[in-house]
C-alpha cells in the first residue's frame, strides 16, 4: 500500500515544528529509506506512519484510506525497532507468533506460519531458543519476521542495524533487501547512514531540519542532488566544497552566464578529479594543484591536493600514477560529480548538462 | 586486580576482614539455630543447669499428639493462605495503578507504606478500635449494607479473618514499593512492540507485564509466605497476648512462645521451632523448583 502525506506538520507542546508541511507519497511494493543527520525528524516522520504519534496538521493516507485518526494497530503496521524489543520471556517461536496468537489464530495454524517465517528470515533452526541466546544479527531476523507475521500494510524499521558490527550491517542489509523483495511488502527504512541507505534502497528520502531536502532513487541522489545539504549529505568520502570564485575564471567558458553570476560553491566529488589521459566525459577545463598527501588502503588511494590554497580530496587517480608529495598535478573533471550551488545553498548548474 | 595466588597467610588476612560479620552471625544466628535443633532432641534437661540427662524424639511425639500444636499449624496454615495470595494480587494491583498515575503518585506511594515503617503494636491497637464490636469503623461500615456487627475479636468465627485483614493491610506498602520497583525495571518498548502486535490492554498485561514481572511476584510471594509462617507480634497485640477467642488464632509461633515463655518446656519449644524451620524450608525448595520453570529473569 502506498503512503500519502498531505501538508503535514508535526510539533510538540511548547516546541518549535518538528515537521514542517511534509508531503510526498512513499510508493507502494518498494523499499523506501528516511536518510538524514540525528534530529532531522526521520525517527517522528516514521512514528507518524506507524501511527504511534498523530500530526498536528495535515493528513495522512494509506492508498485511499484516510488514516490520520487511526493508531497503530488499526492502521496494520508491522514495525522494527533499532534493539528489535524481542519479548525476552518466549522462544523465538512465540514471538514470531505472538501478532497471529494475539488475532486468536488457532496454534496449530500460527506456528505454521511462525515457520514459514522463521524460514524465510533463516532462522528455523533457533525456533526453541530464547532471544538473549541469539546473536544480534538473528535476533534482527526474529524481529523482521514478527513484523511481517500479522502481513502488515507496511514494514517500518527503524534504524534496524544501527546495533551490528560492520560485517554483519552489510549481511543484514542485503537480507533485508531479500526478505523485502521476496515479500513484496512496501517497506520504510530509517537510518543515517548514507551508505546503507544507497545500497538498500528503491527510494531515498533526505530530510534536514523537519524538511524534505531530496526524494528520489539513490542514483539520482547521487548524481543530480538538489541542493548542497544533499550533495554533502551523500557520497563518501564528503563531497569538495570550495568557492567558486577560486576556479571562475576555469569554468566561465563552459558555463552559461547567467549560472556564472548566481554561482557561489563550486561541488566536485572526490572521484571525479581524474588525470587529463582519460580521455571520455571530460569537462573542458585544465586544472593544477599539489599534492599535499597520498595515503593508499587497499584499493582505495586517497590523493589530498591544494589547489590555490583550498584543500580537495581526490580517489580519481590510481597507483599507477605514480604521484608523490609536493608534486605539481595538472588535472580534470568527469562530467559525473560536479555541481555549482548559488547562495541559497541550491544546486543551480550539473556538469552533465554539459 | 593483581591476582594472587591464595596462601595461609592470605586466607587468615580475608578471615580477619571477614571476622565482624562473622562472630555476629555466629553468636547470634548460628549458635542459637544449632543449639535449639539439639535442644528438640533434649526430653529430660535441666535449663538452669544446662544439665542434658535424657535425648530422644518424646518431643516431636508429644507435640504430634498435641491437639494444641495440630490446631497452631491448621491455623497458620489458614493464615498464609488467606493473606499471601490477596496480598500479592491486591499490591500488584494497587503499584499498577499508581504506576498509570502521574498525579500525586508520591503522596499516594508515601500513604501505602506507612503502614509499613509504622510499629506492629500501635497498629494492632488502632486496628482494636477499628474491629471494636461497638464503637468500630468497620462494623459501622458494614452496618451501611445492612450486616448486623460482627465482634471480630471476640468471635473465634472471625478472629482469623480480623487478623489476615490487618496483616495484609500492613504488609500492603512495602508489597507495592517492590511492585513498583519490578514495574518501573519492564521496558516501555514492550508495551509500545505488543500494541503494535495487536495486543490489548488485558493481553499487555497478561503476556507481558505478568510474565516479565514474575521474579518480583516471586520475591513478594516468598517474602510474604516466610513472615506469614512467623507471624506473632500482630496476634498478640490485637488479642491482649492471647491466641485469640479460643484459641482461633494460635500459630506455629505463638504455640513455641506460650511452650517456651510460660510453660519452660523448652525441648517442646525447640521441636515445635525445628518443625517451622522444615515447613519453611520445604517451601522455599517448592519455590525454588518453580521459579526454574515459571519465573523468567532477564
Known amino acids: 500500500m502506498d503512503v500519502k502525506f ?47 504519534l498523530q500530526p498536528t496538521a495535515g493528513k495522512i493516507f494509506f492508498g485511499e484510506q484516510d488514516v490520520t485518526k487511526k493508531d497503530a494497530l488499526a492502521r496494520k503496521v508491522g514495525m522494527v525497532f533499532q534493539n528489535y524489543a524481542l519479548y525476552p520471556h518466549m522462544t523465538v517461536l512465540e514471538n514470531i507468533c505472538f501478532p497471529l496468537k494475539m488475532k486468536k489464530i488457532d496454534k496449530k495454524k500460527r506456528n505454521e506460519r511462525g515457520e514459514n517465517l522463521a524460514r524465510l528470515v533463516h532462522v528455523e533452526n533457533e525456533l526453541t531458543k530464547y532471544p538473549g541466546e541469539l546473536s544480534g544479527g538473528q535476533q534482527q531476523r526474529v524481529a523482521i519476521a514478527r513484523a511481517l507475521a500479522k502481513e502488515p500494510s507496511i514494514l517500518l524499521l527503524d534504524e534496524p542495524l544501527s546495533n551490528l558490527d560492520a560485517r554483519l550491517r552489510v549481511e543484514m ?132 591536493l591544494d589547489v590555490q590554497g583550498q584543500e580537495l580530496m581526490v580517489t580519481g587517480f590510481k597507483e599507477r600514477d605514480l604521484l608523490e608529495k609536493q608534486q605539481i598535478l595538472e ?16 544546486v543551480i548548474w550539473n556538469a552533465t548538462s554539459v | ?83 499471601v495470595p490477596l496480598s500479592v494480587i491486591i499490591a500488584l494491583v494497587i503499584a499498577i495503578l499508581l504506576n498509570k498515575i502521574n498525579f500525586a503518585a508520591g503522596f499516594f506511594k508515601t500513604v501505602y507504606f506507612l503502614p509499613f515503617v509504622t510499629s506492629t503494636v500501635a497498629i494492632s491497637l488502632i486496628w482494636q478500635w477499628i474491629y471494636n464490636s461497638q464503637y468500630g469503623l468497620l462494623d459501622a461500615f458494614l452496618g451501611i449494607f445492612g450486616i448486623k456487627p460482627i465482634d471480630w475479636l471476640n468471635d473465634p468465627h472471625w478472629a482469623m479473618t480480623a487478623l489476615i485483614i490487618m496483616t495484609i493491610w500492613q504488609g500492603l506498602g512495602f508489597n507495592i514499593i517492590l511492585f513498583l520497583a519490578g514495574l518501573s525495571n519492564i521496558d516501555k518498548r514492550y508495551e509500545q512492540v505488543a500494541q503494535i502486535d495487536g495486543a490489548n490492554t488485558w493481553q499487555r498485561f497478561r503476556y507481558i507485564t505478568i510474565p516479565l514481572l514474575s521474579p518480583m511476584t516471586f520475591l513478594v510471594s516468598v517474602t510474604s509466605i516466610i513472615s506469614g509462617f512467623k507471624v506473632f507480634d500482630q496476634i498478640f497485640v490485637l488479642f491482649g497476648g492471647n491466641p485469640g477467642p479460643g484459641k482461633s488464632t494460635l500459630t506455629l509461633v505463638f504455640y513455641l512462645y506460650e511452650k517456651f515463655y510460660t510453660e519452660w518446656k523448652y525441648g517442646i519449644a525447640a521441636a515445635a521451632g525445628v518443625v517451622l524451620f522444615t515447613l519453611t524450608l520445604i517451601i522455599t525448595v517448592i519455590q525454588v523448583w518453580y521459579s526454574k520453570r515459571h519465573v523468567h529473569y532477564v
Not at chain 1, 545539504?229 to 567558458?253: T, Y
Open chain 1, 331 to 346: 588535472f580534470t573533471l568527469r562530467t559525473n560529480g560536479v555541481f555549482i550551488a548559488n547562495s541559497d545553498k541550491e
Open chain 1, 173 to 304: 542489509r542485503e537480507e533485508i533487501r531479500r526478505i523485502q523483495k521476496q515479500t513484496g511488502v512496501t517497506t520504510v527504512f530509517v537510518t543515517h547512514d548514507q551508505d546503507e541507505a544507497m545500497h538498500i534502497s528503491d527510494y531515498i528520502m533526505v530530510l534536514d531540519n523537519g524538511q524534505i531536502q531530496q526524494f528520489a532513487d539513490p542514483n539520482t541522489i547521487y548524481d543530480y542532488p538538489d541542493n548542497l545539504f544533499v550533495a554533502s549529505f551523500i557520497g563518501n568520502p564528503v563531497i569538495n566544497k570550495i568557492p567558486f570564485s577560486i576556479l571562475r575564471q576555469d569554468f566561465s567558458p563552459i558555463i552559461p552566464m547567467t549560472i556564472n553570476e548566481k554561482a557561489e560553491t563550486l561541488l566536485i566529488r572526490a572521484e571525479s578529479i581524474v588525470p587529463i589521459r582519460d580521455h571520455q566525459e571530460h569537462l573542458g577545463v585544465k586544472l593544477q594543484g599539489k599534492v599535499v598527501s597520498v595515503q593508499r588502503y587497499g584499493h582505495e588511494m586517497f590523493v589530498r
Open chain 2, 1 to 83: 586486580m593483581i591476582k594472587q595466588k591464595p596462601s595461609a597467610k592470605t586466607t587468615l588476612i580475608a578471615f580477619l576482614y571477614l571476622s565482624p560479620m562473622l562472630i555476629i552471625i555466629g553468636t547470634f544466628y548460628l549458635y542459637p539455630i544449632v543449639m535449639s535443633f539439639a535442644m528438640s532432641f533434649y526430653t529430660k534437661y535441666n535449663f538452669y543447669t544446662n544439665k542434658v540427662s535424657e535425648v530422644g524424639l518424646s518431643n516431636f511425639v508429644t507435640i504430634w499428639t498435641d491437639p494444641d500444636f495440630i490446631e497452631a499449624l491448621k491455623n497458620t496454615i489458614i493464615f498464609v493462605v488467606g493473606v
Open chain 1, 6 to 52: 498531505e501538508n503535514v506538520s508535526l510539533a510538540y507542546e511548547h516546541k518549535n515544528e518538528v515537521l514542517h508541511d511534509l508531503r510526498f507519497v512513499i510508493p507502494k511494493g518498494k523499499l523506501t529509506c528516511l536518510l538524514g543527520p540525528s534530529g532531522c525528524g526521520k525517527s517522528t516522520t516514521l512514528n507518524l506512519i506507524s501511527g504511534l
